[in-house]
């Protein structure tokens, strides 16, 4: 099922070769692909549209593999990048240096990005602390954190002037624009997570049980919470820079993989990241040919296509159920 979402996701990926603001055929994309000559196809082709569709699929990709983490850390099948406060503690501080610091090098911004996803979610833990971080408590605090981030961005957003609507596409969350160095500059906090978690698919597994038990069989849970908190908010910090604030993927696609039965804790962290890129990929993909020439925020089709998505799994109460990864 894995390896058929990545063939999935490819096919995707030649489809938004062919797809934009101008039309290419099929044949037209190929003869671009194969042999670049600097020409108008061929800048469509390397320069708008091959790595724009490679950039939402790791992002895609990432966004699962942190959702997955977050969800075996607290054992909350609500939790997520955005319910447990990691999204909105990236985003807030990124904002708040491009209109208060505009002086602060882009390339700082994963890192302030994840001492502030770092930063909420350990906000979020110590807000249900009390309560032995009960899923509905986790999921309460997630939000609070959420909410007063969010008013925070949005005064800031009030500050920015000129560069509001900008600031404001991208709040939407999308892959407009995106080149290759926006991918290379993405990539590596993706892979690090997702590289991380599969190294620890033993932990992981072992994690979704009950911290006495976990404990029992040799994890060592004062290391590894924190480690498998960092690298569910290292992918997030890497993503939100270059594509903003996206809902419902990380939320959304462990159930779906859990659902699809991977065997074992690491084909499933795999076959989520598969699913994740390959959703993204699609909706990037319908952003920018549902209304051409014009585009939609692939954060508002994530979230149209997610939200019945979630809903399903929500209406199957043995989804919630199963946590395990």
């Given at each position: 099922?894995t390896?058929a979402?990545i063939?999935g996701s490819l096919?995707?990926v030649?489809?938004?070769?062919?797809?934009g603001a101008?039309?290419?055929s099929?044949?037209?994309a190929?003869?671009?692909?194969l042999?670049?000559?600097g020409?108008?196809?061929?800048?469509?082709?390397w320069t708008?549209?091959?790595?724009?569709?490679?950039?939402?699929?790791?992002?895609?990709?990432?966004l699962?593999?942190?959702g997955?983490?977050?969800q075996t850390?607290?054992?909350n099948p609500?939790?997520?990048?955005h319910?447990?406060g990691?999204?909105?503690g990236?985003v807030a501080?990124?904002?708040?240096?491009?209109?208060?610091?505009?002086?602060v090098?882009?390339?700082?911004?994963?890192?302030?990005?994840?001492?502030g996803?770092?930063?909420?979610?350990?906000?979020?833990?110590?807000?249900a602390?009390?309560?032995?971080?009960?899923p509905l408590?986790l999921?309460l605090?997630?939000?609070?954190v959420?909410?007063?981030?969010?008013a925070?961005t949005?005064?800031?957003?009030?500050?920015?002037?000129p560069r509001?609507?900008?600031?404001?596409?991208?709040?939407?969350?999308?892959?407009?624009?995106?080149?290759?160095?926006?991918?290379?500059?993405?990539?590596p906090?993706?892979?690090?997570?997702?590289a991380?978690?599969?190294a620890?698919?033993?932990?992981?597994g072992?994690?979704?049980l009950?911290?006495a038990?976990?404990a029992?069989m040799?994890?060592?849970?004062?290391?590894?919470?924190?480690?498998l908190?960092l690298?569910?908010?290292?992918?997030v910090a890497?993503?939100?820079?270059i594509?903003?604030?996206?809902a419902?993927?990380?939320?959304?696609?462990p159930?779906?993989?859990?659902?699809l039965?991977?065997?074992?804790?690491g084909w499933?962290i795999?076959?989520?990241?598969a699913?994740g890129?390959f959703?993204?990929?699609?909706?990037?993909l319908?952003?920018?040919?549902?209304?051409a020439?014009?585009?939609?925020p692939?954060g508002?089709l994530?979230?149209?296509?997610?939200?019945?998505?979630?809903?399903?799994?929500?209406?199957?109460p043995?989804?919630?159920?199963?946590?395990?990864?």
């Amino acid at each position: 099922m894995t390896f058929a979402l990545i063939l999935g996701s490819l096919m995707a990926v030649a489809g938004g070769l062919l797809v934009g603001a101008t039309t290419l055929s099929p044949t037209a994309a190929m003869r671009a692909l194969l042999s670049p000559d600097g020409g108008i196809e061929s800048v469509f082709v390397w320069t708008l549209r091959l790595p724009r569709s490679l950039a939402a699929f790791v992002g895609g990709a990432g966004l699962s593999v942190s959702g997955c983490l977050l969800q075996t850390l607290t054992r909350n099948p609500l939790a997520g990048p955005h319910l447990t406060g990691v999204t909105a503690g990236a985003v807030a501080p990124i904002v708040a240096c491009i209109v208060l610091l505009p002086g602060v090098s882009p390339l700082a911004y994963p890192w302030i990005g994840c001492a502030g996803g770092l930063a909420a979610a350990l906000v979020t833990f110590w807000i249900a602390r009390g309560s032995g971080a009960r899923p509905l408590q986790l999921a309460l605090g997630g939000v609070s954190v959420s909410m007063f981030l969010a008013a925070v961005t949005t005064y800031l957003l009030l500050l920015s002037g000129p560069r509001m609507a900008s600031l404001l596409f991208w709040l939407s969350g999308g892959f407009q624009g995106r080149t290759w160095i926006h991918l290379i500059y993405m990539a590596p906090w993706v892979l690090i997570g997702l590289a991380g978690a599969l190294a620890a698919r033993r932990i992981v597994g072992l994690m979704s049980l009950d911290d006495a038990t976990a404990a029992g069989m040799g994890v060592q849970l004062a290391l590894w919470k924190p480690a498998l908190l960092l690298l569910a908010v290292l992918p997030v910090a890497g993503i939100a820079p270059i594509g903003g604030p996206i809902a419902f993927v990380g939320l959304a696609t462990p159930h779906i993989a859990r659902l699809l039965r991977a065997d074992g804790p690491g084909w499933t962290i795999a076959l989520a990241a598969a699913l994740g890129g390959f959703l993204l990929v699609v909706a990037d993909l319908l952003a920018r040919s549902i209304a051409a020439p014009r585009e939609i925020p692939v954060g508002i089709l994530t979230a149209l296509i997610g939200g019945p998505i979630f809903v399903a799994l929500i209406l199957r109460p043995q989804t919630l159920k199963g946590r395990r990864v």
